[in-house]
């Protein structure tokens, strides 16, 4: 399979070196003027101090026009209540040291962004704008392989990313890392003449040096910002823990995973789990087939949907996110089905300070089998068609979704009154490519039910006011309940299949939903083996398989009903005084000599909460 080769060369000239973000500032306003239009990647590779400079100049002079176009703003935990803020301050200011804060976002927490600064985000981080009028009004709606039109539509004059500085032969190299998604295509623009913008790197020594495309020479720099005051530790969240439910889905997915295919994982324990499945299917067999036939003892898999055997060809990766669960399958031989000497494709990378050690420390042969390269690349099957199709060969492109309706649609990026969650990305294009690709499927990925203020709900809909994917491209659907085979089928058979991987609890209500409706029939009842889909029967399937990760203190206090958390609440009263890490973990949170009554309530529950994960 042939690549698109990025001739980037733009003359010998070294880049202007900067010590201080100050002068980088200065110089940019000198090149460009007032009006800047500033592209940043999305995720971990953004030149925070470049961004910061900036805004501190355009806060202290109105006269400067601030555009900032990026996505995936990283930024600390912050907790809404009390006992979250006492639990999340400690661990934010360990995880998160020395990670400088970028300035806009918090102007726009704060809703102090100054008039002549706009902030375009064409994704966010889950969750983190929710009720921001600013970010919520300047949110792009796109596909991650549309956002470089945008970019170039807007003007651009300025774009500033954190990239890996190498020095061999007396040669310096940089890397553009984690994102060479779009600044790739950027960069062949403006070797082609079509656009013409500053290029602003901030080394970073953390930034581990990725080889292929991303590899670029100094001269591609305008300006190179590098000291050690502006060294930082990367922005590195820990691996989530992977709950008994998303094991389950996990499970699912992997036996949907044909050997000698192609695989896209999403981020979060729901991908770990489906990763933590394949290793389990691939080195302990047996013991995934046994699993397997426990979570689904009435052998309700869809055929052609049923694989179960070790990986002797192997995966291979294109995947718009390097996760960590990839490097989990090439340790554990999964991953290995190699495409002209790649093991793996992806356009951006963000994950644990372990994750960007092992990229670090990877053996160089190792390393330029994971090939880091442009989004277009990745997500599109334009250029190169051809060679892409005989590589992606029974694709499996897995993304997660937060709800999906009664007839197929999957919600993954807003709420109906408008309200964006996180973003589309490149959840459309991975659709998009299974419908057209021999052999391929899309499979949605979502937990049945969640749980917020102690509320269960349904994540299974009968209708929603917001749509992600369209029901017309309906495929794969996987909850911690089973397989749901949609491609193709009648509305009638597609609420079927959607009834069975539900919850029980709300089955009956989706039920008369769709009866009322007439999309089908009075008489249907749901087979007996789809009657008992509740979290006893997933905790039973799995009694006795090695749990990675169980519910954290602060999850089971907000799940927690009245009565657990009375009988919570008794525990951590009637507890003996506290000792060794339980103290520890009390005195981080300011509740080890709680004062006030509010204090010493919630020091309790705490305590019965750890406790109770011992």
């Known amino acids: ?117 706009k902030v375009d985000e064409f994704f966010f981080a889950a969750g983190t704008r929710l009720g921001i009028a600013a970010a919520q009004q300047s949110y792009i709606c796109a596909n991650y392989t549309h956002a470089l039109g945008y970019v170039l539509d807007r003007g651009v004059n300025v774009v500033a990313q954190l990239v890996a500085k190498r020095v061999r032969g007396g040669e310096t190299r940089f890397s553009l ?45 305008d300006l190179v910002l590098e000291s050690a005051a502006t060294d930082f530790r990367l922005f590195a969240p820990p691996r989530e823990p992977i709950e008994l439910a998303d094991y389950a889905a996990g499970m699912h997915v992997a036996r949907t995973v044909a050997d000698g295919g192609t695989l896209q994982l999403g981020i979060g ?22 699993l397997a036939a426990r979570l689904d003892p009435g052998d309700r898999a869809p055929t052609g949907l049923r694989e179960s055997a070790p990986f002797e060809l192997g995966l291979y990766g294109v995947s718009e996110m390097l996760v960590e669960g990839f490097l989990d399958l090439l340790h554990a031989g999964v991953l290995k089905r190699e495409v002209d000497g790649a093991l793996l494709h992806a356009a951006f990378f963000l994950g644990s300070r372990a994750f960007y050690g092992a990229l670090r420390e990877m053996p160089p042969a190792d390393l330029a089998k994971l090939r880091m390269g442009a989004v277009s690349f990745v997500n599109e099957l334009y250029g190169d068609e051809a060679g892409k199709r005989r590589a992606r060969v029974k694709a499996r492109f897995v993304n997660n979704a937060m709800m999906a309706t009664l007839l197929g649609a999957a919600i993954s990026d807003a709420l109906e009154n408008g309200q964006v969650v996180s973003g589309v990305g490149g959840q459309y294009n991975f659709v998009a490519q299974s419908f057209v690709l021999e052999d391929a499927r899309s499979i949605i990925l979502l937990r049945a039910t969640r749980t917020a203020k102690r509320r269960t709900t349904s994540n299974i809909l009968w209708n929603y006011g917001h749509t992600t994917i369209p029901r017309h491209l309906r495929d794969i659907v996987v909850t911690e309940y089973g397989i749901a085979d949609l491609r193709g089928k009648s509305d009638r058979d597609v609420i079927a299949s959607m009834l069975a991987v539900a919850d029980s609890r709300f089955q009956d209500e989706l039920l008369r939903r769709a009866r009322d409706a007439g999309k089908i029939e009075r008489g249907f009842e749901l087979p007996a083996a789809c009657r008992d889909n509740t979290l006893e029967r997933i905790a039973r399937a799995l009694e006795g398989a090695r749990d990675e990760g169980l519910l954290p203190a602060l999850k089971l206090l907000r799940a927690a009903s009245p009565p657990r958390l009375a009988r919570l609440l008794a525990r951590g009263f009637f507890s003996s005084a506290p000792s060794g890490e339980l103290r520890d973990c009390l005195a981080r949170m300011g509740l080890e000599h709680p004062s006030s009554a509010t204090a010493r309530v919630e020091a309790a529950l705490l305590t019965a909460a750890l406790e109770s994960r011992r």
């Not at 002068?23 to 971990?44: Q, T």
């Not at 101090?49 to 109105?62: C, E, I, Q, Y």
């Not at 602003?200 to 020594?205: I, Y």
């Not at 324990?269 to 013991?287: K, M, Y």
């Open 177 to 221: 890392s984690c994102n060479p998604d779009l600044t790739l295509d950027l960069l062949a623009c403006r070797a082609r003449k079509e656009c013409d913008f500053l290029f602003v790197g901030q080394v970073n020594s953390e930034l581990p040096f990725m080889p292929g495309d991303g590899d670029i020479a100094a001269s591609e720099f």
């Open 269 to 290: 324990s729901l991908g770990d789990a489906v990763a933590h499945a394949l290793i389990l299917r691939h080195r302990r067999n047996a013991d995934f087939r046994a």
């Open 1 to 117: 399979m042939s690549r698109i080769r990025y001739d980037l060369t733009r003359g010998s000239g070294a880049p202007v070196a900067f010590e201080d973000p100050d002068r980088v500032a200065d110089a940019i306003i000198e090149r460009v003027g007032k009006n800047i239009e500033l592209a940043m990647p999305l995720g971990l590779g953004k030149a925070n101090h470049v961004a910061n400079a900036l805004f501190k100049r355009a806060a202290a002079d109105p006269t400067i026009k601030l555009r900032i176009f990026t996505a995936l703003t990283l930024e600390k935990p912050r907790g809404k209540g009390d006992l979250e803020r006492r639990f999340l301050e400690p661990i934010a200011d360990r995880v998160f040291a020395g990670y400088p804060e970028l300035d806009y976002a918090l102007a726009l927490h704060a809703g102090t962004l100054p008039p002549n600064v």
